[in-house]
């Protein structure tokens, strides 16, 4: 045979899915998810089950965990010590069960997420509880089935005396499911339980008066009413976690927040650790102190405010940006008849009392064959006794044992096993004491009889009986309420005073985009003038703002776009130092370039609007709230046409002129209100109508007749002309000329172009950057005062083959242009 007709085809797909099949069937119900009927999963029933078998019990001395994790490795789990020794120590955790399962001693651990020592040191033994697991398990109440070897049985299920998945809860991931199902009150559940066996129709509102919600073991405010209706009628839902929190005052007035409770499944030292990180990054100002007191009282982290700080804002904010509170998602999924399934509330009841009714009517029929065994026994020894003489006559004239038992059972009518009774009767049994004894175990045998066969042929007695013995467990193990229960899930609001002191400072934006904040008092050290910032080599900076700490900025790109940028959020430099690149506080893209930066501390403001204008003499006007965004990137500010570039926006009052300047020397005055309002992503209007190659190049705002419009060319020449002279007119008309260019060979030119045009209403000092990086400063009273339509006077010297492209206006109030060309 040829080695190639040693192999079937096969196709990849049907042999992966074949394989994965069978591995995905093994990790959900051998290792991840829990049964429904003992809510344990197969490592955890097989620790438990190991303990018992060694008698590894509550009312023995502890016994090393390793000899515990070699049985069960050994005989019922080959997957390694770790995975069960993992599961051994989360049985023994008191913050992670609601009843721990495992007795430890020693190191197990601690609810900072420290690891147990290892399991050559730790000792342990079953808890009192977890022998409720295991009551009754030598009664045939459950299956076993062969171990991995077929050297031994282990146990399928356990007979689980109370409904240990609800008690206890469980999490797991599987493949293609995974469980979290919380833990609950003991005595809720029982209570429960006996609710739903004395009225099987009975509906989950009703159910929900003995089971209120999770029973944490940490404790905690549980908030979300719906959450857990949703989650017991579905299986799924959501619920908020809260650490009990309360603030503390002390002597000098100041305050202190005190936590002694943390959310399940929180770590403590972690938590600790970012409310100290918030401390020392200072995202929140107040903290003077965080401290963990946790001891032998118990869980205590204390967060010690600064004197005349809001102690409730602060709490506030750890709630929101701390583990403090946490949500959690219920998906209560276990194993129910060998597949996963999701379960409401009801349906895990009643699936934990069938298991009750079976584990009981098996426990009752082995009781009650032992029982009859006994009195089969019982009444054969009671008969002899009766007839004792003839029984002794017999046996002596018997030639040996089987000739004795043989002559019994055909001469008196016993049976072998009655017979062979009488055979291996002690003498002393003959006393009259004796036989009384022997009558009076024969009687109460008989009623034991007729007990088990009446609970076995009536259902309300089999009730009743597992009712007792729930309730008994209850009584002895039950433990009052740690987790208190919220209906409504309250919101945390977070006053961004809480977080930033309010602080007046200046914030800078260069040429080159490099942005900072500074203090006043840096600002003041430094000498106080606003044009000695410091600036890497080359650069300026074209945007100074005195703002507050708690002001955002509406930071708008050419592109159309805008980011919303809270002051306290531009890193904070010294005034001599150049700042950090724009690009690492918002995330701007590379070809695009920044245009305006307005500070903001209210958006609901009426009768504020944004206008942008474009370089193609588009304008849109929005009312500012449109602008209130939670959205950290970037934002759609203004439609804006492939070809075209925004130049300027501008917060305005809706109530003075707009003023286009174009950069071939055109420009248009109409008033504001012709632009009416419109949404964010809108386009606009025309504003003015430009000739080809031509674009406005500075967007002024002018109200009644007052002060002058000064215009400078790319070569230096300026002139100022009176505002009465530029007549209102149309949006969107051609406009009028507001410069003359020289032209011809033996004329010396005074410009090609605009570079900006600035309303001058008081003298303006003005500075004028070219492109050789000179930078040249002048006042606009220079300007001479001349008609629209005139040649200007040569006010900047500009060098040969060099030009001006940006105008800042300096001084003690500067700002941007919108000149830059």
């Not at 509880?129 to 356990?158: G, S, W, Y």
């Not at 203090?519 to 106080?528: A, E, Q, V």
């Not at 964010?680 to 000739?691: M, Y």
């Not at 000179?774 to 010297?797: C, D």
Request: net charge negative; with cysteine.
């Amino acid at each position: 045979m040829s080695l190639s007709e040693q192999f079937l085809p096969a196709f990849l797909e049907e042999v992966v899915g074949d394989r994965f099949g069978r591995y995905s069937k093994y990790i959900i119900q051998d290792r991840a998810i829990p049964d429904v009927r003992d809510g344990l999963k197969p490592v955890q029933r097989r620790i438990l089950y190991a303990m018992y078998d060694s008698g590894n019990t509550p009312d023995k001395p502890y016994r090393k965990s390793a000899k515990t994790v070699g049985d069960v490795m050994g005989n019922y789990h080959p997957h390694g010590d770790a995975s069960i020794y993992d599961g051994m120590v989360r049985m023994a955790q008191p913050w992670k069960m609601g009843h721990v399962l495992v007795d430890g001693h020693g190191n197990w651990g601690s609810i900072d997420d420290d690891p147990a020592a290892a399991m050559r040191y730790t000792e342990a033994r079953l808890s009192p509880i977890a022998m409720e697991l295991l009551r009754d398990i030598e009664k045939r109440t459950v299956q076993f089935k062969d171990n991995f070897d077929n050297t031994a049985k282990e146990p399928v299920v356990l007979p689980s005396r109370y409904p240990n998945l609800l008690v206890n809860g469980v999490s797991g991931i599987s493949a293609g499911f995974a469980t979290e199902i919380p833990p609950h009150n003991l005595r809720e559940v029982i209570d429960a339980c006996i609710a739903v066996m004395q009225k099987p129709e009975i509906e989950l509102d009703e159910i929900m008066t003995f089971i209120k919600g999770p029973d944490f073991p940490t404790g905690g405010l549980i908030m979300g009413g719906d959450g857990i209706k949703e989650a017991y009628q579905t299986g799924k839902g959501r619920i908020y976690l809260r650490s009990k929190a309360d603030i503390e005052f002390l002597r000098g007035g100041k305050q202190q927040i005190v936590i002694t409770e943390i959310p399940y499944q929180v770590v403590k030292s972690r938590l600790v650790t970012q409310m100290e990180n918030i401390r020392l990054e200072k995202k929140i100002e107040g903290i003077s102190e965080v401290r963990d007191e946790s001891g032998r009282e118990g869980l205590r982290i204390v967060v010690e405010i600064k004197k005349e700080a809001d102690a409730q804002g602060i709490l506030a904010y750890l709630l929101k940006k701390t583990d403090l509170q946490v949500t959690y998602n219920f998906n209560m999924v276990s194993i129910v008849n060998k597949a996963p399934q999701q379960l409401g509330l009801k349906a895990m009841l009643q699936a934990y009392i069938e298991h009750q009714r079976e584990v009981v009517t098996y426990r009752t029929q082995f009781d009650l064959e032992k029982a009859e065994a006994r009195a089969h026994v019982l009444e054969g020894l009671v008969k002899a006794l009766n007839i004792l003489d003839e029984v002794i006559a017999a046996i002596k004239a018997s030639s040996n044992r089987q000739d004795a038992q043989n002559n019994l059972q055909w001469m008196f009518g016993f049976t072998e096993r009655q017979a062979d009774a009488i055979l291996t009767l002690q003498l002393y049994r003959l006393t009259n004491l004796e036989i009384t004894t022997l009558q009076k175990e024969l009687d109460e045998l008989h009623k034991k009889i007729a007990q088990y066969q009446a609970i076995l042929e009536s259902d309300k007695k089999l009730i009743a009986l597992i009712r007792k013995e729930l309730l008994e467990i209850r009584d002895k193990y039950g433990v009052d309420r740690r987790s208190s229960i919220q209906g409504e899930v309250e919101e945390i609001k977070v006053n961004l005073e809480v977080m930033v002191s309010s602080e007046d400072v200046l914030v800078t934006l260069s040429n080159d985009g490099y942005i900072k904040r500074t203090s006043m008092l840096s600002f003041t050290r430094s000498g106080g003038e606003l044009d000695s910032s410091g600036v890497k080599e080359g650069d300026y900076v074209n945007r100074v703002l005195e703002v507050n700490t708690l002001d955002n900025l509406l930071i708008f790109t050419q592109r159309g776009q805008f980011f919303l940028l809270p002051v306290h959020q531009v890193p904070e430099f010294k005034w001599k130092d150049p700042g950090t690149a724009i690009v690492n506080v918002i995330n701007l893209a590379k070809e695009d370039e920044i245009v305006g930066a307005i500070p903001v501390n209210n958006f609901d403001q009426p009768d504020k609007s944004l206008v942008f204008v474009t370089r193609k003499g588009q304008v849109k006007r929005t009312e500012l709230k449109e602008y209130m965004t939670n959205r950290s990137s970037a934002v759609a500010a203004c439609k804006v046409g492939s070809d075209d570039a925004v130049l300027t926006v501008t917060m305005s009052n809706n109530d003075k002129d707009i003023l286009l300047v174009s950069r071939d020397g055109m420009s248009i005055r109409f008033k504001e209100q012709e632009v009416n309002a419109m949404g964010r992503v809108s386009a606009g209007v025309r504003g003015i109508q430009l000739k080809e190659g031509d674009e406005v190049v500075s967007a002024l705002w002018v109200e009644e007749d007052e002060g002058e419009i000064l215009t400078l060319t790319d070569l230096g020449y300026g002139k100022r002309t009176l505002l009465a002279d530029y007549l209102p007119q149309s949006r969107g008309g051609k406009g009028l000329a507001t410069f003359e260019f020289k032209e011809g060979k033996r004329v010396k030119p005074n410009g090609s172009r605009i570079a900006g045009a600035f309303y001058c209403r008081e003298p303006l000092e003005i500075t004028a950057m070219t492109q050789a990086g000179q930078s040249f400063s002048f006042n606009s009273e220079q300007a001479p005062l001349a008609e629209r339509k005139s040649i200007g006077k040569l006010l900047v010297h500009v060098e040969k083959k060099d030009e001006i492209v940006d105008l800042l206006v300096t001084g003690s109030e500067p700002s941007r242009t919108e000149s830059k060309s």
